[in-house]
């Protein structure tokens, strides 16, 4: 089995899914809730037990990379428009920016509240 450039990108942002999760249990570990929604103006709506952001978004993010992934081989491919490799190179860049968003939103609350 040869490894293409989606699956590449696929692992690679699974991998800093799970690095990113490993930093924020520990920037974070000090915080029994985090905030889990912001308005518009960035400022927290709600809070969330600090396990749910550190381990549980982190989490759907890689298993919605792993049904991208995986879904082409149950659809039959006279239902496919396109390379799926591009839709799971784009996605893994897309769930990676997600990460970095939530946790720059959290790391600047974080930052706020000292």
């Known amino acids: 089995m040869t490894a293409d450039g989606a699956s590449l990108s696929a692992g690679a942002a699974c991998l800093f899914l799970?690095?990113?999760?490993?930093?924020?249990?520990y920037r974070f570990a000090h915080f029994d809730r985090l905030p889990r929604q912001f308005g518009l103006t960035l400022k927290p709506t709600s809070y969330a037990p600090s396990w749910v952001m550190i381990w549980l978004v982190p989490l759907l993010l890689i298993?919605?990379?792993?049904?991208?992934?995986?879904?082409?081989?149950?659809?039959p491919p006279e239902h496919i428009n396109g390379d799926p490799k591009h839709g799971l190179m784009i996605a893994s860049a897309v769930m990676a920016a997600t990460q970095v968003w939530i946790l720059w939103l959290l790391t600047r609350w974080a930052?706020?509240?000292a």
């Open 18 to 25: 799970l690095a990113s999760a490993i930093w924020a249990h």
């Open 63 to 75: 298993a919605s990379l792993i049904v991208i992934a995986f879904l082409p081989s149950f659809v």
């Open 111 to 113: 930052n706020q509240q």
